[in-house]
């Protein structure tokens, strides 16, 4: 899966990736990939790739645990594939 995470403000990206990580390895999944992408105006977004079993079911409670990151200002499920 992969999701695009917006920060309220570009200074919140560090402290968000160290979130999503220890969110990510709670839940028994595989960070992959964490990049910071640029937007527009020196916005940048925090791009994350993430390998989840989809047989735990907990696709769900990671969405609600990643849009709750203190400092996130959106999040959006980019693309999905199984593999």
Do not use: C, H, W
């Not at 645990?65 to 959006?76: D, N, R, T, W, Y």
């Amino acid at each position: 899966m992969i999701y695009r995470i917006m920060p309220e403000s570009p200074e919140n990206l560090r402290s968000i990736k160290n979130e999503v990580e220890s969110i990510v390895k709670s839940l028994g999944a595989e960070l992959n990939r964490a990049e910071e992408k640029p937007i527009a105006f020196g916005l940048k977004a925090l791009e994350i790739t993430i390998i989840m079993d989809d047989k735990s079911g907990k696709s769900g409670e990671l969405e609600e645990k990643l849009a709750s990151i203190p400092g996130v200002q959106s999040m959006e499920l980019t693309d999905m594939s199984l593999i």
